[in-house]
């Protein structure tokens, strides 16, 4: 079991994360959701022992993994956004040598390379330097980095960040097959894939947990509300977000306005609604001269969730 309580990490005076308490139980597969900025690679940081908080504490195992750093990561295998691959290096040279930094012999790594090799179906590309495979590869010798040592936790930080969808599809396949021999954390931002891989979510907004549970338990929990998103071209001049985010708080019917974000060169907005106020945000931005690219209603279930929890965050990152 992961247990965290009164987890915080400040930067100077800008808190990136805290205070959050949350449990992993052994052999669930936990979603960590939220924007860009929210706080999820932070805490995935801190749990994989890459980063020290700046309060509360963390047990992984029944090990303390502030005072006992070194023994947790024996039992963590971390996959960070940005894999720690060396390029010059053929991906079996590597793995052998992320095993012996994981403290394996070189009789066991022998014996375990094949297993990993298999397992994120690497055997075609085994001999070749990691600097000339495609990014889909790179990403499965973050993962088999990640799984050398056999480890009892599994902690992935954007795994398909910059994957096509054919390589996306591989990935979802390959957390479902690791899920099967361990206890995994993913963090995104893309909701179908958090829906089609986990059991469990925890909602995090501008360092705050805002939700834990499934994605049923989660919509259960939320009042019935309906969500609007608004798609714009971003305007001339100064603050271009701020002008937009003011034209859609003053449409009746809009109980809040997410923080936007960067989509089909557009900005897009987040609207937690009333009622069924697309009507009335399409006249609006039109009456302000804004230019609309896409309006949209009725999302799935777990997107609606996530809207109406980001929605209401507050506080600064």
Do not use: W
Request: charge should be negative.
């Amino acid at each position: 079991m992961i247990r965290a309580s009164n987890l915080s990490k400040f930067y100077g005076g800008k808190r990136a994360l805290g205070p959050v308490s949350f449990e992993i139980n052994d052999g669930e597969t936990v979603g960590f959701l939220g924007l860009n900025g929210a706080g999820k690679t932070t805490a995935l940081r801190i749990l994989a022992c890459d980063l020290q908080p700046s309060g509360g504490s963390i047990e992984v195992g029944g090990v303390d993994a502030i005072a006992d750093a070194h023994e947790v990561r024996k039992r963590i295998g971390f996959l960070p956004e940005h894999p720690p691959l060396y390029q010059d290096m053929t991906v079996l040279d590597y793995l052998a040598f992320a095993g012996e930094l994981r403290g394996m012999s070189r009789s066991q790594v022998k014996r375990r390379l094949p297993d990993v090799v298999e397992i994120t179906d690497l055997g075609e590309v085994q001999e070749d330097v990691i600097g000339t495979l495609s990014h889909g590869f790179r990403q499965r010798v973050g993962v088999a980095q990640a799984i050398i040592h056999q480890p009892k936790f599994l902690i992935l930080d954007e795994p398909t960040r910059g994957l096509d969808p054919v390589q996306i599809v591989e990935m979802r396949n390959l957390i479902h097959d690791l899920k099967q021999n361990h206890t995994v954390l993913i963090s995104s931002h893309i909701l179908t894939e958090i829906s089609q891989t986990c059991d469990r979510l925890l909602v995090l907004g501008k360092g705050k947990l805002l939700g834990s549970g499934s994605e049923l338990e989660l919509a259960a929990s939320e009042s019935e509300i309906r969500q609007v998103t608004v798609t714009m071209r971003p305007p001339t001049g100064e603050d271009p977000k701020g002008r937009i985010r003011k034209v859609l708080e003053g449409v009746e019917g809009v109980k809040s306005v997410a923080d936007p974000y960067e989509q089909g060169g557009g900005l897009t907005f987040a609207l937690s609604t009333t009622k069924d106020c697309r009507a009335e945000v399409s006249r609006s931005v039109v009456d302000a001269k804004l230019d609309l690219i896409k309006l949209d209603y009725a999302r799935s279930e777990l997107e609606n969730t996530f809207i109406r929890l980001v929605g209401g965050a507050d506080g600064s990152n």
